[in-house]
């Protein structure tokens, strides 16, 4: 398939950044037919439809550009585009048996492509991805969490002197930015934010997971270092709504709908590999 030319492609992304602010009150034009005739070049007709096309291309986006703008530079486009086609075509590029095997991967692409996202439509409907949210979250089980501030030193002396000044009244965060080496932590008074014992190593979750709220630790050694920690809060981690889960349920069930479709595609046909199989990898 023809590549779009990088020449036009730079003079547009080039147009584009020099255009910001300007006619932005501009009113997009109602959408017209796709058959809606844009331009001719050599009499053959350009379409509202190419340009549709042209515009779902990730390679020319836009972003920034109002749509008036960016019809007009898709224009532009199209005619270098169907220009550069017809002199491809009167030099008989579409001959060659390079070309015409990389046309015919691509058609088999575009047409899979369709075909996948036809069929998976069908499977991610309101009403499985309302039943597979209402499956998991039956099957989910409580979990706790704890929101945390730590300290991270190298020694288990510093650590004792840092335990002893916490428990005797100095303020936690105050402390954390002023000797922990926790860098991640350090800037945000050492808060470590909600999280559930299997995030953290096994010391420092156990030692956490038994503090109660406003607790603070005597130190704890992990491959880090050692550690004073400060429990904030405990809580059942809460189950995440429908709304929040909805754009993965929906990706999983549209990913779930095309595998399953080309595994059947797949069992239903007569498939010969003639290359050399690959060798069988031992368990």
Known sequence: ????STLRRASVLALALALPGVALAQTAPATPAPDTVVAKVNGAPITAGDLAVAGDDPALSLPGVDEVQKK?????????????AQAAEAAKIGENPDFRRKLAYFKDK???????????????????????????????????????RHILVEDEAEAKKIAAR????????KVAAEVSKDPGSKTEG???????????????????FKLNAGQVSDPIKTQFGWHVIRVEEKRTKPVPTFAEMKDQVDQYLTRKAQQD?????????????????????KP
């Not at 479709?261 to 990898?281: C, Q, W």
């Open 1 to 4: 398939m023809t590549k779009p």
């Open 72 to 84: 007009g530079l898709l224009v532009d486009y199209m005619i270098d585009l169907r220009v550069g």
């Open 110 to 148: 575009l047409l899979l492509d369709e075909y996948l996202e036809r069929e998976a439509k069908k499977a991610a409907t309101p009403e499985a991805a309302k039943a597979l949210y209402d499956q998991t979250v039956t099957a989910m089980k409580p979990e706790e969490e704890v929101h945390a």
């Open 166 to 173: 916490i428990k005797g009244g100095e303020d936690f965060a």
């Open 190 to 208: 050492g808060d470590l934010g909600w999280f559930t014992k299997e995030r953290m190593v096994a010391p420092f979750a156990e030692a956490a």
């Open 261 to 281: 479709l080309i595994l059947k595609l797949r069992e239903g046909a007569k498939v010969e590999r003639t290359d050399a199989a690959p060798a069988e990898k």
